[in-house]
């Protein structure tokens, strides 16, 4: 088979775009309420999240997820508590990241040298323990998790399916995933009985010709990084990706020496600063959104025996 040849295979036997999309079309996918695009804050600490949500009331800046990428491990029941409650009272999302979260910790030396990719549930006690961790966190209120393995995925989904966790437990699949065309998006939404307000996160780095044609493949929102580390920064892209790949939630991901909570904060502002002078038709979800699972209050859901 020649590549023209592969490309109509890939367009009429599994369904997806078989070139990126050069010419850029403008999504008509939209979140549940309406809108083109929704905030995504890292804060991890109980001390960043009061600083964050003083920072957006200072600036009137929406926050439309919080996503918690130190692992639920390292927080107490009454950390956890006090972060959804937070939450609650700003009608945010709150994701929380069952275990160790994005920390190399495990006993294994493949942790230590970063062999493996940052979440990942080695060996089946670690993702039973992780799963431990999740039930732990929806007692106390939490709705939503950020999930790194598919083994991990596979379970959740399917304790999703057969009613053993609250129906409106949502997922967020983790950019380290690395979910890099359309064919890995629509396996993901295909196999994984992910719902509408599920969300993947592809590669960071994704231009906006392959965005576009993975919004060709579903309607299912993306994560998408502005800014992260200190190596990938596209905060004037913004506006044409909302433009090409709606419904996005943005995030802003800044880490490094000397890098402060308001530091974070104040390159999310500039991506919405950014968007509202460049596409000033795209809107943004406001607090409680349709869609939006905000965390419940500790006690509403016990596990089963």
């Known amino acids: 088979m020649n590549i023209d040849a592969i490309r109509e295979y890939i367009e009429t036997r599994l369904g997806t775009p078989g070139r990126d999309l050069y010419d850029l079309p403008a999504s008509g996918a939209r979140f549940s309420d309406g ?16 600083t964050v949500f003083s920072l957006c009331e200072k600036f009137n800046f929406i ?3 919080i996503t918690d990428t130190r692992g639920a491990m390292f927080d107490s029941d009454a950390e956890i508590i006090r972060k959804c409650r937070m939450c609650r009272d700003k009608g945010a999302e709150l994701v929380m990241s069952p275990g160790s979260g994005e920390h190399s910790r495990d006993i294994s030396h493949q942790m230590a040298v970063r062999a493996m990719a940052e979440g990942k549930s080695r060996g089946m006690d670690m993702l039973v323990m992780n799963l ?4 732990r966190c929806l007692e106390l209120g939490c709705r939503g998790f950020l999930i790194y393995d ?11 399916k057969d009613g053993l966790i609250p129906p409106e437990t949502s997922f967020k699949i983790s950019a380290n ?3 890099a065309n359309p064919l890995g998006f629509k396996f993901w939404t295909e196999k994984a009985g992910l719902h509408p307000n599920d969300s993947l996160n592809p590669i960071r780095d994704m ?5 576009a044609a993975m919004r060709a493949v579903t309607d299912l929102p993306m994560d998408v990084h502005a800014y992260w580390g200190t190596t990938l920064a596209r905060t004037l892209d913004v506006p044409e990706i909302v433009r090409v ?6 995030k802003v991901s800044i880490f490094g020496a000397g890098v402060t909570p308001e530091d974070k904060f104040m390159q999310a502002l500039r991506v919405v600063e950014t968007i ?4 000033p038709e795209a809107k943004q979800s406001e607090k409680n959104a349709k869609g939006a699972v905000v965390p419940a209050p500790p006690g509403a859901w016990k596990m089963k025996a």
Not at 276 to 279: D, L
């Open 245 to 250: 790949a709606a419904p996005i939630y943005f």
């Open 207 to 211: 231009t906006l010709p392959m965005l």
């Open 132 to 135: 431990a961790d999740m039930m």
């Open 150 to 160: 598919e083994g991990m995925m596979l379970a959740v989904s399917g304790l999703r």
């Open 35 to 50: 809108a083109h695009y929704r905030t995504e804050l890292l804060p991890t600490t109980v001390a960043e999240y009061e």
């Open 177 to 179: 995933v690395s979910v």
């Open 276 to 279: 509202e002078r460049y596409f």
């Open 63 to 65: 926050p439309n997820k």
